[in-house]
């Protein structure tokens, strides 16, 4: 403690001489008063009349500069394309100008003018769409995975320079919080002008220079053509081997006041639905870690989803949005989607057991998966520049039905019902107070409750669960609740010492969970009886109560920002086993500072660090002591001994960027380091995986090393990019009761190129290379995995109307004894006649019926034949209703 009171007292004493950034604001209006937007504001140094900054009014006419250097006299000025120009002589102080701007026509002699594919204005880079789009993209997705700089996820996440981004807008509004793949997946390329990439993004303008921010946000411009206006959009689709559908119809609306995206979407062709459902920027406390219990099935392979997907799914999405003020509006948004899957394969699962010993467990799996999902969304927003208020409700339904049947010495059937209830709600409140100072709450609550059953048949395991005795029915039953309150309150900026701004974070909450589990048996009759042992039983409540206090320490100065962070919490959690009759305690209080800078080298080269150190305890996913039945393989039961993680990590990034030459380079160094009191390992007993704990010091390290490369061409319209990645993971784990130190390696190395060209053809590749190998305890290297995935394809304009498209996949993969490559060929044909597209397609032309893989998780690795889809022909017909 003491070593980190003497940093943070150097930090102060070194930084209270140093001057603050200087804030020139203003807003711009025309002769009426209303706002004037996209108009340019310099702010220059006398007498040279250097520029130091820059900014455009945005559309409310507010514009924001900010100096740090020290001469005393600036100038300031405004210039458009329609206005007249305006400047005046100001001091070097905070200060507040606005300006009444004075149009003026301007005769302009004949020009010619080209757009340029890309340009930037401080922290804005604007993509014009029409550049990078062809006639074969639909929607906007699909020209978004063009641009350089732009990554597009296999799950449809979006990413800028290797960063995630926290917001998607829609001409400045968010519509659609997170779930941005219903805009992605529904809105026409030909609707949208410009996409516009918002750098360092603060989507809370109450904390524009108080909290910083190191993602990006994407904004769509959308043509005038596409604005006020409903259009309805849909498609039919019909195909063949088997009978095949793919139907859509969306309807859209985009005004300035009021925003709608509504669609319906249904097929069997192995289009994933979920994919375009799911929340990128969530900030929802539940996760997964609740669902104890599996069905034991196929895993999915390595390739493009439609290849191995049997789905029949049905989605539909309301998303509304209605400003009811300047900078407020209303958000109400409901999912429902209905999705059945099928999947089938073969599986070969080797587990280490010591030395050179494996056991080797082979499956012939086949399961159904049935899923229905509801959820709504309100939210009401309010962000001005001084006050911020943003509730978000949500609720949420979801009910699972997993059914499976696997082969091994006998057949095994499965079956799961998982109904689950969530509820979410979330209020943040801030308020300013003069340049930076001010207050903010924020509260959450939640609830979920997750009943679930596994049954299995015929009865297994009848020397642990039926006395010896053969059975013919075996049925777990687990039910969690989780509840948890949260409430953290900053004061902004009370205290300042030269340039550093001291903000105190205060936070309290508490969280509930319980867990209860039954097993149950039955014979020939079928009548359930459950099992009295209290080993097969679980009654557990779990509750974490924790406060924290801290300061948050933020220093501005020229092109440098840190935030330094040092929090102290207390933790209280309280164990109660009724079946054990036995309650345990743990306190603890943790110093878990964390440490953010960021360097603004020059306009173009971004330097970003972090660190921090965090504690974690017991879930009560680790704590019960009574068995249960995870799938039919797999038993758990843990010794209800309290674990603590304590861990450190951060990392290293650095990101280039020429916006005129369309060059995008970034790249960082990460690194984890963590501890536990309790190591976890697994017991074999036949094919059945007992999983365990006992209590002994133990460690894990992660450290990895990624780039990328984007770099667009105007010659041929090339566009190409490479991204680069090595891992290496090391831990320890439990197995047949003896300690096993293992590494994990990993070296992912992916590229892609496209380019256009002549007029008539566009072509493009993407390709991955990928290696992954293990080492454990002292043993030699195991024979490494290498996979290689191509994709080329090429889309070939035969007049204005009518385009063919050629598509070729191949997969390799060294692991696999038999079937080591897989290849796919596809072809389209296309005809577009005013807003109506007409699409042949026939995939998977060579019939390739199956999919071979292999790869390693952890101590074990896994081999796989799945089977996927064979050669179909499908017809779509999309055309615009209005």
């Known amino acids: 403690m003491k070593n980190y009171f003497t940093a943070y007292l150097f930090i102060i004493l070194i930084s209270y001489n140093l001057q603050a950034q200087t804030i020139i604001k203003g807003n711009i209006t025309d002769s009426k008063g209303n706002p004037y937007p996209d108009i340019c504001v310099i702010l220059r140094v006398l007498p040279d009349s250097t520029i130091v900054s820059y900014d455009y009014s945005n559309t409310e006419g507010n514009y924001n500069l900010s100096y740090s250097g020290r001469n005393d006299k600036l100038n300031l000025s405004i210039s458009g394309l329609q206005i007249v120009s305006q400047s005046k002589n100001i001091e070097n102080i905070n200060s507040i ?99 516009q990439i918002l750098e360092n993004h603060q989507p809370i303008r109450a904390l524009t220079n108080v909290r910083q921010s190191n993602n990006a946000a994407i904004n769509l411009k959308l043509k005038d053509g596409a604005k006020g206006t409903l259009t309805i959009m849909a498609q039919l689709g019909i195909g063949t081997s088997p009978l095949l559908w793919e139907n859509v119809l969306s309807g859209m609306y985009f005004a300035k006041k009021r925003q709608n995206i509504t669609t319906y979407k249904g097929n069997n062709t192995g289009a994933n639905l979920f994919k375009e459902l799911t929340s990128f920027t969530s900030t929802n406390s539940f996760d997964g870690s609740n669902n104890l219990l599996s069905v034991q099935m196929p895993s999915p392979p390595y390739i493009s989803q439609n290849r191995y997907l049997f789905n029949n799914s049905n989605a539909a999405t309301v998303n509304n949005l209605i400003k009811t003020g300047e900078n407020s509006q209303v958000n109400f948004n409901v999912i429902y989607l209905n999705d059945h899957e099928n999947r089938k394969s073969t599986s070969v699962s080797s587990y280490y057991i010591l030395k050179d010993s494996t056991l080797v467990i082979d499956e012939d799996m086949k399961s159904s998966k049935n899923t229905n999902r509801l959820e709504t969304e309100l939210r009401y927003n309010q ?62 609550l939640g609830f979920k409750s997750s009943p679930q059953s596994l049954t299995i048949q015929p009865g297994l395991y009848p020397y642990i669960f039926n006395g010896g005795q053969e059975y013919s029915i075996l049925k777990q039953n687990v039910r969690t609740n989780n509840f948890y309150f949260n409430n953290y309150l900053v004061l902004l900026s009370p205290f300042a010492l030269g340039g550093v701004s001291i903000d105190p974070k205060f936070e309290l909450g508490f969280e509930n969970k319980n867990l209860r589990s039954d097993i149950y048996t039955a014979g020939n009759d079928e009548n359930l009886l459950v099992l009295p042992a209290d080993s097969l039983k679980n009654n557990l409540n779990w509750f974490k109560y924790y406060g ?30 009724r079946i054990a009759a036995d309650t345990s305690t743990l306190q603890r209080v943790y110093f878990q500072p964390s440490l953010t800078v960021k360097y603004q080298i020059t306009s173009r080269v971004e330097l970003n660090g972090s660190y921090s150190f965090y504690n974690q305890m017991s879930d009560i996913s680790t704590l019960y002591t009574g068995y249960v039945l995870q799938n039919y393989r797999s038993l758990n039961h843990y010794d209800n001994r309290l674990s603590e993680l304590n861990a450190n990590g951060g990392n290293v990034s650095l990101s280039y960027k020429d916006v005129i030459h369309m060059f995008f380079i970034s790249g960082g160094i990460f690194y984890n380091n963590s501890k536990k009191n309790i190591l976890f390992g697994q017991t074999l007993n036949g094919i059945l995986n007992i999983t365990s704990s006992i209590e002994q010091d133990n460690s894990s390290e992660n450290i990895s090393v990624k780039g990328q490369i984007s770099k667009g061409i105007y010659l041929m319209g090339i566009v190409f990019s490479i991204d680069a990645s090595y891992g290496k993971y090391s831990s320890e784990q439990l197995m047949q009761n003896q300690l096993v130190k ?49 994709n080329v394809s090429a889309d070939l304009y035969l007049s204005k109307m009518l385009s063919l498209n050629a598509n070729y996949e191949h997969y390799y993969n060294n692991a696999i004894p038999v079937h080591r490559y897989n290849s796919f060929t596809d072809l389209a044909i296309k005809y577009v006649w005013k807003d109506m597209h007409i699409s042949l397609s026939w995939k998977n032309i060579f019939n390739t019926d199956n999919y071979a893989s292999a790869y390693y998780n952890g101590i074990n690795s896994y081999r796989h034949v799945y089977e996927i889809r064979g050669t179909n022909i499908l017809l779509k017909i999309k055309f615009k209703l209005r």
């Open 742 to 790: 293992y590494k994990n390696n990993v070296v992912n190395i992916a590229g892609s190129l496209s380019s256009k060209p002549a007029s008539w053809l566009f072509l493009n590749y993407t390709g991955t290379w990928n290696k992954s190998w293990n080492k454990i305890g002292a043993n030699e290297s195991s024979s490494p995995i290498r996979t290689f995935v191509n």
């Open 383 to 444: 962000n001005d520049t001084n006050k911020y208020l943003n509730n978000y409700l949500n609720i949420q339904g979801l009910w699972t039905d997993n059914e499976g049947d696997v082969i091994t010495d006998e057949q095994v059937h499965q079956q799961m019902k998982n109904p689950a209830f969530m509820l979410a709600n979330t209020f943040n409140y801030i308020k300013k107070k003069g340049q930076d100072r001010g207050y903010e709450i924020r509260s959450s």
């Open 548 to 577: 924290s206090v801290g300061i948050s320490l933020r220093y501005n100065y020229k092109n440098i920002k840190f935030n330094l962070f040092l929090p102290v919490s207390y933790h209280l959690l309280h164990i109660n086993n």
């Open 97 to 195: 100008f606005n300006f009444t701007a004075q149009e003026q026509r301007r005769i302009l002699k004949e020009v010619v003018v080209k757009s340029a594919k890309i340009w930037g204005a401080k922290d804005t880079v604007n993509y014009l769409v029409s550049s990078f789009s062809n006639k074969s993209d639909i929607v906007i997705g699909d020209v978004l995975k063009k641009m350089p700089g732009i990554r597009v996820s296999e799950s449809g996440q979006i990413s800028y320079q290797g960063e995630a981004i926290n917001k998607f807008y829609i001409e400045n509004l968010d519509l659609l919080g997170g779930r941005y793949g219903i805009a992605t997946n529904n809105i026409s390329a030909k609707d949208v002008s410009t996409v």
